[in-house]
């Protein structure tokens, strides 16, 4: 059954009808075009379609929109493009088909907010369920790391 639902995503409140079931990835990509957040694998297995939820990395494609009402969500598009994790991405041109960098800056961001100084160790293994095709491993971890350091390697 189609219901109305409020999220705030991005700081910004949204009326949307979803089904109540239906998966919080759908509703903002297809419904408000908000189309940074990536569809891979379906089973959250993957990590593209990370986005933030109080604060918490959770894959989208596994939470019922009814269930993200009254929470604070943050996808890509929320995060400023200055940002030293952004600026990082960019300076050490970390993409190649880019498919997954969503995720995995959504996951960062999520390690940065509980974690401003995190490890080498704890940044391999806070990104290390998400999936890269290209194999940009090096790169994702190296861009975080500089992004900790306040953008000097």
Sequence with gaps: MVKNFELKINGKLYKVKAYEDEPLLWVIRERLRLTGTKFGCGMGLCGACTVLIDKRAQRSCLVPVSSAVGKEIITIEG????????????????PQCGYCQPGQIMEAYALLLENPKPTRDQIVQMLSSHICRCGTYNRIIGAVEKAVKGGKT
Excluded: D, G, Y
């Design 79 to 94: 995060i400023p493009s200055n940002h030293p994790l952004k600026r990082a991405w960019i300076e050490l041109q970390v």
